[in-house]
């Protein structure tokens, strides 16, 4: 299994500078980031942080990619195209919504759950957790 670095390292990326997740959904992030390697944007975003918050994966970016020259940053691409921008944030979401569904810590089908007052989306098989009912999940 690769680590979490591994998966930004081999399908071209950075791995973004406040990162991390279970390895429960290290199938999903490296299915998202193929897809957005085969939309040719790598040279033109910049994946900021890639987390878990609220039981939910989260994947902040940008539609710029900056490099250091010396002393300073300077563009190096951007992305322009108005569909293309659509379809990596369509397919980001499309990620974020499947996380809310798959335990993170084995990736097996889960659900929102808590466990001292913090929130994870977990299988039954994961120890401690309370499956939260539907009202308990609206903030």
């Not at 939910?56 to 951007?78: D, K, T």
């Not at 989306?121 to 120890?127: Q, Y």
Request: glycine share 10%; charged share 30%; hydrophobic share 30%.
């Amino acid at each position: 299994m690769d680590t979490f670095d591994e998966l930004f390292v081999r399908n071209g990326f950075d791995t973004p500078s406040w990162s991390g997740v279970g390895v429960g959904w290290y199938s999903l992030l490296d299915r998202l980031l193929l897809d957005l390697r085969l939309l040719d944007v790598n040279d033109k975003i910049t994946l900021e942080q890639v987390k878990e918050k609220y039981g939910g994966l989260r994947f902040y970016w940008s539609p710029a990619r900056y490099a250091p020259r010396g002393n300073e940053l300077w563009l190096v691409g951007e992305l322009k195209d108005n569909a293309l921008y659509h379809a990596v944030s369509d397919r980001i979401r499309e990620a974020e919504t499947e996380s809310e569904r798959t335990c993170e810590l084995c990736g097996e089908p889960g659900t929102l759950s808590s466990k001292g007052g913090w929130f994870r989306t977990v299988c039954p098989n994961e120890p401690g957790y309370t499956p939260l009912n539907d009202t308990q999940k609206e903030p």
